[in-house]
């Protein structure tokens, strides 16, 4: 079963009120979706996002953003660069790999000999 994490490509603290609290520490997170499974490691191009106040711990919804938040979120949203979606197989997958094709030529070479 593949496991997902959100791993975090981008953060920056910025001094934008917040919605809750009034304080001036939020902290905005990017993340990018990743897949991991024995046999291979898959990058995804899904990027999500996170607006936290560092004072009260709370998440600000882009509900209750203010025109200066989506303001820096749209330049800071413009900085982000994520990872490449990509495929990296594990060296479970190879050892796999070379074992059934071991099997299919050894059992093609016996056929041939007129073994089997």
Known sequence: MAKEKQIAIKE???TNNCPECFNQQLKLTFYQKHTFNPFFHRTT???THEIKCKKCYSLIYPVNWTEDIERVFDYYNKLV???RPQVRFTTLFFIVLILVLALVAGG???SMEGII
Do not use: S, T
């Open 108 to 110: 093609f070479y016996l």
């Open 81 to 83: 660069q994520p990872d």
């Open 45 to 47: 191009d899904v990027v």
């Open 12 to 14: 920056a603290e910025i």
